[in-house]
């Protein structure tokens, strides 16, 4: 076993701390982040290194979020639309409001083989061209 630290000591008085090491709070160089700027700078540039400043831009207008769907999705669960109420049928034709399922882009993926009125609040040219085609359309939004 080595020797104790303690026992190096001996005869040394402070044992390597100082007038005031080891004592209250003193030797450490103030609380927190202090010192930043003076004897911690070194540490600051080293592990700190984005501790001050600004990076990127603010945008005070935020872009609206997108959530889109397919034409091949909205027939596929066309059923589960109509079931909870933002689908229904009337004279062969079928009323999709796809603002109030959460969705606000109607993308053209995909084939559809009824016609459709859509309200919507963006569609794709694609989208729009294949409503058209089967005799559908996009209803406007009130």
């Known amino acids: 076993m080595g020797k104790k630290r303690s026992r190096k000591f001996r005869g040394l008085r402070r044992h390597g701390h100082g007038m005031k090491g080891r004592r209250g709070k003193g030797l450490r160089g103030g609380k927190g982040m202090a010192g930043l700027c003076k004897h911690r700078y070194i540490w600051m540039v080293k592990y700190a290194p984005d501790h001050w400043g ?5 945008s005070h207008h935020p872009k609206k979020e997108i959530k889109a769907i397919n034409l091949r999705e909205i027939e596929e669960r066309l ?6 109420g933002f689908a229904r049928e009337e004279d062969g034709e079928i009323f999709v409001d796809l603002t109030a399922a959460g969705y606000n882009k109607l993308l053209g993926d ?11 609040e963006y569609a794709s040219a694609k989208a729009v061209e294949k409503l058209e085609s089967l005799g559908g359309g996009l209803v406007e939004n009130e």
């Open 54 to 58: 600004n990076y990127g831009f603010t």
């Open 79 to 84: 059923p589960e639309f109509i079931e909870k």
């Open 110 to 120: 995909g084939r559809i083989t009824r016609p459709m009125k859509i309200k919507v």
